[in-house]
């Protein structure tokens, strides 16, 4: 490339003491000694720094911001960007040495101090000689010898640890800003201009030719690429094996395209399917199809009142700023459809251009290459499928193309990425048509799913800022926390934990008790019974709203057993020789042997996932038992150190061994339900996935949910009293704080949830980023050919869409499944534990607000395009989901009864005040105990303000030590725990009888969608009708009873007609359909729609 020299305007010639090495430019200081150097050559040197500084605005220009193109340009772009930003990079430097010393108090003020000190001993040295040993110290050496002596103390503060951090950070703060930068855009601007338009011609003309076959008619449906770099591609089985599977593609009626090979040594497959290729598979797949549209042909609108026409088309003027945009997103129309037959071609407009839409044609691609064998021989059964061959590493990816990149004009990519995955766009409502379109009905459902949940959560955020903000205004008035706050006197609690825990003042926890009153007061149990009639309206609603999308997409009547079966189910299969009728298809199956296979399978499978479940507990007992024995063995310890830091030790340790257990479990999961459902032998893709899907969310359910559930149900339950604690192997079980355990369940409920989802979101944009990198670098590394024309900087070649694409993130069967799943468990958090945290759907709703739009982007931007899976709904999370509502009534009524003070508060009001407020409830809670009574070695040595302490407080509803049955439970304890159990009852059937209620007042379909399927069934046989009729007509040889039959059918077309034409009621509408008693038109022969 030929040298540009670009003016940069006048610049400070650099002085006689400097010199330029490789590029950098450095300061060569005179050789002095030590005591020469003092204040004038330091300011000369940050003079000079300062000077050459390049400007901030252009250093921060985000404009310039740019990925290397390749690895060898970058190593050449950091060396550039250092010596062009060298001072900006050192001040930099200086800026966050800065902020390591404000962020560092002890490193600071010993920094501080070690320069005073230098300073006042250079002040002394100014007006008389050091002396040390006889010896006479330069000021050099006495700073050295400062900095020698200053050593321990800065070690003992963490200069060491800020030192590494220091220059960790700096390191990769320049050189990703040194990587990133673009710097040839500011030394030569006219050059990157040139070369932007370049690109952006290479783009949008590749883009177009990259769709199609090199004839520029056929299209790319489907992509298959092999690395030649990889060894194992490159053996005699992996040849071999990939020329017999083409060869069966192309036996299969598939068209191939060989691209030429890349310079990294990826080999690109093209695959297009034919029409005739499509035809056959679209009947055996039993694809509902749009039929041919023929004159006054429409689909019928039913009748609604003209008051209900008015408040939606209020609300629509209301709320049409967040409506899909017509004008970008026009309204799809709707066609009648019919499962498609070849024999009934006649019925299909077959020469539409968008008949096979590019995700049907994937489809049937996909199908083809998962059934495709790739070995003549039979001796291997599963010898067959793209995923086999991709694991064994014959090929590496197999995917459809996208429609276009992101900036292809008038693409729908485009549109969806600026229209939907736009966060500007966060508050519209989605395209679902189109993005159903897209990517099809599989994903399309879930963001129709996760839309309409985000939608329903408005009203229960709502009530939950109200009820807190009612918290919020009545803290002050809450009597036991006053009490607590500012009571008179000291009431000192007994110690909350063996050998580390002394006697305590009650006032320390008024914090705690403001804190815990805002999620433990009167509202927290409306608000409880509200979001359990929520979860039921919104599953209710859900299966309403499901209906008209289900309807819409035309998947009313589809079956799981219209599916066609898996092809590991048959290879597993092949050798039964006993078959059966499938009743929906007639076609002809292997019979799965009940007692010899599937029984086994199913007890085999239930018992292991039931053995996890067990183990997920155990180690959530064992983490506890763990922290119980490591206390009581640090307790043995006498070294203060250890002594004092036992319980930080032991909380730190417990939490890394939670984490590490639920990260093996999470892939022992996995791993073995994928296994599990493999050989339970299920037919179909949707069996298989339900199941799949049931065993990880029980697995997940206990692995996320078993640390809660021990907080609010067991958790300081079961402890005992002060002198004769309920003892686990040796040691005291574990106590809540002194907020009690609501406060700390809300803690852990905020954490958790609140924590989870922003790290979930986090992770979910960064490891497609990773691995998008990683297949981007697999595209530019190991190039073994170079450029001819060395002016010919660019190649059209990657602007190709299937070389985009490969650098993409491969979208799997299952990569769906961590979706719904984060979804589910924030459902779970938002119903089950509501009693606790009346927060929770506020932070759901804010997270899904973002997380519709990122999924979105993610999608669009990171992962090839998925190819469409045909189903009916969002399948067995529906019963999860419904599952959790259930349990989310029991939960909280335990919660309210057994974890809140709400029963003993109302049983006090009732029973014990005489004005019915909490006045004197403090001290009614809680029962006194004697410390005499303490066992020996395990009381504390610590006292209270240096007294003594004779009684201590501890909450519970015990006889005092003077009574004679001292220490044993009060008449009011059984008075609460009767009022408890009252409330359990009465919370749940009345909640329950509700939710029926709920659930018997709103029909999973509506009466007008109904109706309107009726219509569309009837209207699709007259079509059926008369296409028969109008054959007939066409035939040479017309016989009398065909001639009658057109006639007839003729006579079914007026009233066809007259149908299409009405708007009828129910009645007038059957009465039209099955005609008079005498009609003639009953007599007509009719063909069922169940042949087409």
């Given at each position: 490339m030929a040298h540009v020299e670009v003016p940069m305007g006048e610049m400070q010639s650099p002085p006689e003491n400097q010199k330029f090495t490789n590029g950098f430019e450095f300061l060569q200081l005179p050789q002095l000694p030590l005591e020469q150097i003092g204040y004038p050559q330091a300011h000369?040197?940050?003079?000079?720094?300062?000077?050459?500084?390049?400007?901030?605005?252009?250093?921060?220009?985000?404009?310039?911001?740019?990925?290397?193109?390749?690895?060898?340009?970058?190593?050449?772009?950091?060396?550039?960007?250092?010596?062009?930003?060298?001072?900006?990079?050192?001040?930099?430097?200086?800026?966050?040495?800065?902020?390591?010393?404000?962020?560092?108090?002890?490193?600071?003020?010993?920094?501080?101090?070690?320069?005073?000190?230098?300073?006042?001993?250079?002040?002394?040295?100014?007006?008389?000689?050091?002396?040390?040993?006889?010896?006479?110290?330069?000021?050099?050496?006495?700073?050295?010898?400062?900095?020698?002596?200053?050593?321990p103390i800065f070690f003992l503060v963490g200069a060491h640890a800020a030192v590494f951090w220091v220059l960790g950070v700096s390191w990769f703060l320049i050189t990703l800003h040194a990587a990133f930068y673009n710097i040839d855009a500011v030394l030569c601007p006219g050059e990157e201009e040139l070369n932007a338009l370049v690109m952006q011609e290479l783009s949008h003309s590749g883009t177009t030719y990259s769709l199609y076959f090199r004839d520029e008619v056929r299209s790319v449906d489907f992509v298959l690429v092999w690395d030649e770099y990889n060894g194992d591609a490159q053996t005699y089985r992996s040849v071999e094996r990939r020329r017999i599977f083409e060869k069966n593609l192309e036996k299969e009626g598939l068209q191939l395209e060989y691209e030429q090979v890349e310079s990294n040594g990826l080999h690109f497959?093209?695959?297009?399917?034919?029409?005739?290729?499509?035809?056959?598979?679209?009947?055996?797949?039993?694809?509902?199809?749009?039929?041919?549209?023929?004159?006054?042909?429409?689909?019928?609108?039913?009748?609604?009142?003209?008051?209900?026409?008015?408040?939606?088309?209020?609300?629509?003027?209301?709320?049409?700023?967040?409506?899909?945009?017509?004008?970008?997103?026009p309204t799809m129309k709707q066609n009648f459809t019919a499962v498609y037959s070849r024999d009934k071609d006649y019925l299909f407009d077959l020469d539409s251009p968008n008949f096979f839409t590019s995700a049907t044609r994937s489809r049937i691609v996909q199908f083809i290459l998962d059934r495709t064998r790739f070995m003549e021989t039979k001796e291997d059964d599963f010898a067959f499928g793209i995923e086999r061959l991709i694991s064994e590493h014959a090929y590496i990816a197999a995917y459809p193309l996208h429609d276009g990149n992101l900036h292809t004009p008038d693409s729908m990519r485009y549109?969806?990425?600026?229209?939907?995955?736009?966060?500007?766009?966060?508050?519209?409502?989605?395209?679902?048509?189109?993005?159903?379109?897209?990517?099809?009905?599989?994903?399309?459902?879930?963001?129709?799913?996760?839309?309409?949940?985000?939608?329903?959560?408005?009203?229960?955020?709502?009530?939950?800022?109200?009820?807190?903000?009612?918290?919020?205004?009545?803290?002050?008035?809450?009597?036991?926390?006053?009490?607590?706050?500012?009571?008179?006197?000291?009431?000192?609690?007994?110690?909350?934990?063996?050998?580390?825990?002394?006697?305590?003042?009650?006032?320390?926890?008024?914090?705690?008790?403001?804190?815990?009153?805002?999620?433990?007061?009167?509202?927290?149990?409306?608000?409880?019974?509200?979001?359990?009639?929520?979860?039921t309206l919104f599953l209710e609603l859900w299966k309403k709203y499901s209906a008209e999308i289900t309807h819409r997409w035309d998947l009313t009547g589809l079956d799981a057993q219209e599916e066609y079966p898996r092809p590991q189910y048959l290879a597993r299969l092949a050798h039964i020789k006993k078959k059966s009728i499938n009743i929906v298809t007639n076609t002809e199956e292997p019979k799965v042997p009940y007692w010899k296979m599937r029984l086994p399978?199913?007890?085999?499978?239930?018992?292991?996932?039931?053995?996890?479940?067990?183990?997920?507990?155990?180690?959530?007992?064992?983490?506890?038992?763990?922290?119980?024995?490591?206390?009581?063995?640090?307790?043995?310890?006498?070294?203060?150190?250890?002594?004092?830091?036992?319980?930080?030790?032991?909380?730190?340790?417990?939490?890394?061994?939670?984490?590490?257990?639920?990260?093996?479990?999470?892939?022992?999961?996995?791993?073995?339900?994928?296994y599990l459902t493999e050989i339970e032998l299920l037919r179909t893709q949707t069996e298989f996935d339900d199941s799949l899907?049931?065993?990880?969310?029980?697995?997940?359910?206990?692995?996320?949910?078993?640390?809660?559930?021990?907080?609010?149900?067991?958790?300081?339950?079961?402890?005992?009293?002060?002198?004769?604690?309920?003892?686990?192997?040796?040691?005291?079980?574990?106590?809540?704080?002194?907020?009690?355990?609501?406060?700390e369940l809300c803690i852990q409920l905020s954490i958790i949830?609140?924590?989870?989802?922003?790290?979930?979101?986090?992770?979910?944009?960064?490891?497609?980023?990773?691995?998008?990198?990683?297949?981007?670098?697999?595209?530019?590394?190991?190039?073994?050919?170079?450029?001819?024309?060395?002016?010919?900087?660019?190649?059209?070649?990657?602007?190709?869409?299937?070389?985009?694409?490969?650098?993409?993130?491969?979208?799997?069967?299952?990569?769906?499944?961590?979706?719904?799943?984060?979804?589910?468990?924030?459902?779970?958090?938002?119903?089950?534990?509501?009693?606790?945290?009346?927060?929770?759907?506020?932070?759901?709703?804010?997270?899904?607000?973002?997380?519709?739009?990122?999924?979105?982007?993610?999608?669009?931007?990171?992962?090839?395009?998925?190819?469409?899976?045909r189903v009916r709904d969002i399948g067995i999370w529906y019963r999860i989901l419904d599952s959790v509502s259930k349990i989310s009534i029991i939960t909280n009524a335990f919660i309210i009864a057994f974890t809140s003070n709400f029963i003993p508060r109302l049983v006090y009001r009732i029973t014990i005040s005489d004005k019915y407020s909490l006045e004197g409830f403090l001290d009614h809670s809680l029962s006194k105990f004697d410390t005499t009574d303490l066992q020996v070695g395990i009381n504390p040595n610590m006292t209270v303000d240096k007294t003594p302490v004779a009684i201590c407080r501890y909450p519970d509803y015990r006889e005092p030590p003077e009574s004679l049955n001292k220490y044993e439970y009060t008449i009011i304890f059984w008075h609460i725990l009767a009022?408890?159990?009252?409330?359990?009852?009465?919370?749940?059937?009345?909640?329950?009888?509700?939710?029926?209620?709920?659930?018997?007042?709103?029909?999973?379909?509506?009466?007008?969608?109904?109706?309107?399927?009726r219509r569309e069934a009837y209207i699709t046989n007259e079509i059926i009708i008369h296409q028969e009729a109008l054959r007939a007509c066409e035939t040479n040889d017309i016989e009398p009873r065909i001639a009658k039959t057109y006639v007839v059918a003729s006579e079914c077309a007026d009233r066809w007609n007259r149908v299409m034409g009405n708007c009828l009621t129910t009645s007038e509408f059957d009465l039209e359909v099955h005609g008079s008693p005498v009609s003639p038109v009953n007599a007509t022969p009719r063909v069922n729609a169940s042949v087409v």
């Open positions: 000369n040197w940050i003079e000079h720094r300062k000077a050459n500084v390049r400007p901030w605005s252009l250093f921060l220009n985000t404009n310039h911001i740019r990925p290397p193109p390749n690895i060898s340009r970058l190593g050449k772009r950091i060396v550039k960007n250092i010596e062009y930003f060298q001072s900006n990079y050192l001040f930099v430097f200086i800026g966050l040495v800065i902020y390591c010393l404000i962020t560092s108090p002890l490193l600071l003020l010993t920094v501080i101090g070690s320069l005073w000190i230098c300073y006042k001993l250079s002040q002394r040295h100014s007006k008389q000689d050091l002396m040390i040993l006889n010896h006479r110290l330069t000021l050099a050496q006495v700073y050295s010898l400062v900095g020698v002596c200053s050593l497959i093209k695959i297009h399917a034919p029409k005739g290729v499509l035809r056959r598979y679209a009947e055996i797949l039993k694809l509902r199809l749009p039929m041919r549209e023929l004159p006054g042909c429409q689909m019928p609108e039913t009748s609604s009142n003209v008051i209900i026409k008015e408040v939606n088309s209020f609300f629509r003027r209301i709320m049409n700023k967040y409506y899909v945009d017509t004008t970008i997103f549109l969806l990425y600026t229209e939907w995955a736009s966060l500007r766009k966060c508050l519209h409502y989605q395209p679902l048509d189109y993005i159903k379109e897209y990517f099809g009905v599989k994903i399309g459902l879930y963001f129709a799913w996760l839309g309409f949940y985000t939608h329903m959560l408005i009203p229960a955020s709502v009530v939950g800022l109200l009820c807190f903000a009612y918290s919020c205004a009545t803290l002050y008035y809450n009597e036991p926390s006053e009490d607590i706050c500012n009571g008179n006197g000291t009431i000192q609690m007994c110690p909350l934990c063996d050998y580390f825990c002394d006697y305590w003042d009650l006032k320390e926890t008024c914090l705690h008790s403001r804190i815990t009153y805002l999620f433990d007061n009167p509202s927290t149990v409306f608000f409880s019974i509200f979001m359990s009639l929520w979860a399978a199913t007890i085999l499978s239930f018992s292991v996932v039931l053995l996890l479940i067990v183990v997920a507990m155990a180690a959530v007992l064992g983490v506890v038992l763990y922290r119980m024995s490591v206390l009581t063995a640090l307790s043995v310890s006498g070294h203060p150190m250890v002594t004092s830091y036992a319980i930080l030790i032991t909380t730190a340790t417990a939490a890394c061994i939670n984490l590490c257990c639920i990260i093996l479990f999470n892939w022992l999961y996995v791993w073995l339900a994928e899907t049931l065993k990880i969310y029980l697995l997940e359910f206990v692995n996320y949910y078993a640390s809660i559930f021990y907080i609010a149900f067991f958790k300081g339950k079961f402890t005992g009293y002060p002198g004769n604690y309920n003892r686990l192997l040796g040691s005291r079980q574990e106590e809540c704080g002194p907020g009690g355990c609501l406060l949830m609140v924590g989870k989802q922003a790290m979930n979101t986090i992770l979910e944009m960064l490891f497609p980023l990773f691995y998008k990198w990683l297949n981007t670098l697999k595209v530019h590394v190991g190039s073994k050919k170079k450029m001819e024309d060395p002016n010919k900087r660019y190649s059209s070649r990657k602007y190709l869409q299937w070389v985009r694409d490969y650098k993409l993130v491969q979208w799997g069967p299952r990569s769906l499944f961590p979706e719904y799943l984060e979804m589910v468990l924030q459902y779970g958090f938002v119903t089950i534990f509501v009693a606790a945290f009346p927060l929770a759907p506020f932070f759901a709703l804010l997270n899904n607000v973002f997380e519709m739009r990122l999924d979105a982007k993610k999608l669009l931007t990171m992962y090839r395009r998925p190819v469409g899976q009022a408890r159990l009252a409330f359990i009852v009465v919370f749940e059937n009345i909640v329950a009888l509700v939710m029926i209620l709920i659930r018997w007042c709103i029909p999973d379909m509506s009466c007008k969608l109904r109706n309107r399927i």
